[in-house]
């Protein structure tokens, strides 16, 4: 059996790391997570608003006040918009001690301790108001609204639902109860509150969006899009509905399509840099490096650290591809000034540029340059390692993968150019034992046949130098 046979292949791109695939730039499985985090906004509120028009109450349908109460709540009605603490005092002062205030009296009090922020004399108010007067539908709705305001969600949707049993039919109350339901995990109950409340006020995009939020959390995608487009239409300057239309088409393997979208928002000048970042990722993923470039470039203005991250991991992209020329041109769109880190890894893509053009001393000299601030920087020991082992310094080669294989992320690999050295000297166990090691780090059925091939070999050994 002829020895050339045996040779292992680089089992990994000379130099730098391994090669960078498209999920560097783009992964699928994420999608959900950042769809959620970016539209999980709560419906735009004015509650002073609404418990301010509370004031007026409704005749026949609520609990009345006394004479007394009466007279003074005419004289401080306009006050609580104006002078909230001065018309504090004034109810305050009409509470006797020993006679309990009217149910309405304590709701117009509870709406005065509001107006000053005194949220727990705000719900001890209403709170009493309710259970003296259980079907006093304004008290329930305002109160609801100090529990949504308040993240009690829970509490929120016992009393929103109190008042909507009770006749509330106005499209905020149904809109505020499905997104309190839609919080507390209740999807089902969540669509009907928001149908409810898009059937009175049909225009309404917080309403659209809870119900866009439902719709992919279903995977009703047909539905989602559909109500994606209406808000895009609705609301176009708003960047954070093109990028949820973008991910319902990617979520549904629709990636050129996402791709036309983002285009679109970047053309029209409403693109944010998280709609940036996800065009030039789905750029980078389709070979589109000359797109995907520009992207990243414009990026560095808005967000310089993700520029420069997506600029470095295109260059190294494109340089374990071959495209040595393209990946220099990433590495030149960098600013003058990056991070530490950045640095390094510009000199690591830089290394293996010049080495694909078997420009050996400018390899060196930019590997050589990391390790003298990071003697153990693994990618650089690795990437110096192959520059030798190519030049035919096998002594040199072994050292420096043997400290390679001390790092974590380069362990593997360095195992690997380690049982090629061996097997190449014939030394055929200290290439089994290397190709062992690789295995122990990662299993791979190619390296796990090459190994029963070397072991046959043990015999034939040549004898080691020592």
């Not at 709540?73 to 109810?91: D, H, I, S, V």
């Amino acid at each position: 059996m002829k020895l050339r046979h045996l040779l292992l292949p680089l089992l990994l791109p000379a130099g730098l790391c391994a090669q960078s695939s498209s999920e560097d730039f783009f992964d699928a499985n994420k999608i959900q997570n950042v769809f959620a985090q970016r539209q999980a906004r709560a419906p735009a509120l004015d509650p002073k608003r609404i418990i301010n028009e509370s004031s007026s109450f409704l005749k026949e349908r609520e609990p009345e006040m006394t004479a007394e109460e009466y007279a003074l709540y005419e004289k401080m009605l306009n006050m609580l918009g104006t002078n909230p603490a001065f018309a504090l005092r004034l109810l305050e002062a009409m509470v006797n001690e020993k006679e309990k205030p009217s149910p309405a009296f304590e709701f117009i009090l509870g709406n005065a301790y509001y107006a000053t922020g005194n949220t727990a004399k705000t719900e001890a108010s209403y709170r009493s108001a309710v259970e003296r007067y259980p079907t006093f539908l304004r008290a329930w709705n305002n109160l609801g609204v100090l529990y949504y305001t308040t993240d009690r969600f829970g509490e929120a949707v016992k009393a929103f639902s109190k008042s909507v049993s009770l006749g509330d039919r106005e499209p905020t109350t149904y809109g505020l109860l499905g997104y309190s339901l839609e919080k507390e995990g209740n999807t089902i109950a969540a669509e009907v509150a928001y149908m409810q409340a898009l059937s009175g006020d049909p225009g309404n995009a917080d309403w659209q969006e809870g119900l866009l939020r439902l719709c992919v959390e279903g995977r009703q995608l047909v539905r989602a899009e559909s109500i994606a487009r209406t808000l895009i239409k609705t609301k176009p300057t708003e960047s954070r509905f093109w990028f949820i239309l973008a991910n319902i088409m990617l979520t549904d393997h629709r990636k050129l399509e996402a791709i036309a979208v983002l285009e679109l928002a970047s053309g029209a000048g409403v693109a944010n840099p998280e709609e940036l970042i996800l065009l030039g990722d789905l750029y980078a993923e389709q070979g589109l490096h000359r797109e995907a470039l520009a992207i990243y470039t414009q990026l560095l203005k808005p967000e310089p650290a993700t520029g420069e991250q997506k600029l470095l991991r295109l260059a190294q992209t494109l340089a374990a591809a071959g495209r040595p020329a393209e990946a220099a041109a990433a590495l030149q769109a960098l600013p003058a000034t990056i991070s530490a880190p950045g640095r390094t890894t510009r000199l690591l893509v830089q290394a293996q540029i010049s080495r694909a053009a078997e420009r050996w001393a400018e390899a060196r000299r930019d590997l050589e340059t990391i390790l003298a601030t990071e003697p153990m920087n693994g990618a650089a020991l690795l990437a110096l390692g192959t520059v030798h082992a190519a030049q035919g310094d096998d002594g040199r080669a072994i050292f420096l993968f043997e400290s390679a294989a001390r790092a974590p992320e380069t362990a593997y690999r360095a195992s690997l150019e380690l049982a090629n050295l061996e097997l190449r000297q014939r030394h055929y166990a200290r290439s089994v034992e290397h190709l062992k090691k690789a295995l122990s780090l990662e299993h791979s059925d190619t390296v796990a046949d090459y190994l029963a091939r070397v072991q046959t070999l043990v015999g034939e050994e040549t004898p080691a130098q020592p």
